[in-house]
Structure formats: structure tokens, C-alpha cells
Nanobody
Framework: QVQLVESGGGLVQPGDSLRLSCAAS????????MGWFRQAPGKERVFIAS????????IDADSMDGRVPISRDHAKNTVYLQMNSLTPAAAAIYYC????????????????WGPGTQFTVSS
């Protein structure tokens, strides 16, 4: 059974950097695309970025404009999302998910989801 567990959330100050992690277990992930989504308070969950486990190719949401690098570490079975120069607008719950489809923007194509990790940005 595939399990995903996010970590790295907490309280940060404006301008800080944060790296979110998603530890994956229970499967062979080379066939998966791993995605990060965020859900701000009162808003829908939206796609941020994805990485294809097999070759490391990435896709970012247009709104991210490459500002949230996503990467994966084969040896650790972990996917990362780097976030820099944080502002209060970035505060949300961040979810990691796994999909076998080649449509990373489509939320309901992701079969497995982690419980999410949350951070707030406050001085």
C-alpha cells in the first residue's frame, strides 16, 4: 500500500525559505508522477508542481513561474518542494500526491495523497 507523508511545515517569518518533504513508501515509484498541491484557507486545492520519478522531469503551474523547485531523491524515496522568500500569502496546507497518469495538473488523477503539512508565515 502506497503511503505518502509530508513534513517540513511550521511557523516561519516573511522572507524565510522552507523545504517541504514527502516520504513515499509501499510501492515502486518509477512509474509515478509525484505532485505537490496547496490549499489556502477557504480556497480550493491547486496544483503547484510535479516531478516524474523515472527521469526527474518537472512541470510547474504557470502561476509558480519556476519559483518552487521540485525534486526527488531516489535513494531516500523522497520528493521535495523548495520555497523561498515566503510571504503570508504562501501559508496553506501542502499536499503530496502520486499519479500514474501523465496529466500532472489533474487532481483527480492522483490516486494517493498524504495528510498534508501546514505552515504559516508571520513576523
Amino acid at each position: 500500500q502506497v503511503q505518502l507523508v509530508e513534513s517540513g511545515g511550521g511557523l516561519v517569518q516573511p522572507g524565510d525559505s522552507l523545504r517541504l518533504s514527502c516520504a513515499a513508501s509501499g510501492g515502486t515509484f518509477t512509474k509515478y508522477t509525484m505532485g505537490w498541491f496547496r490549499q489556502a484557507p477557504g480556497k480550493e486545492r491547486v496544483f503547484i508542481a510535479s516531478v516524474r520519478w523515472s527521469d526527474g522531469s518537472t512541470i510547474d503551474a504557470d502561476s509558480m513561474d519556476g519559483r518552487v523547485p521540485i525534486s526527488r531523491d531516489h535513494a531516500k524515496n523522497t520528493v521535495y518542494l523548495q520555497m523561498n522568500s515566503l510571504t503570508p500569502a504562501a501559508a496553506a496546507i501542502y499536499y503530496c500526491a502520486a499519479s500514474t497518469w501523465s496529466t500532472p495538473y489533474v487532481e483527480n488523477h492522483y490516486a494517493y495523497w498524504g495528510p498534508g503539512t501546514q505552515f504559516t508565515v508571520s513576523s
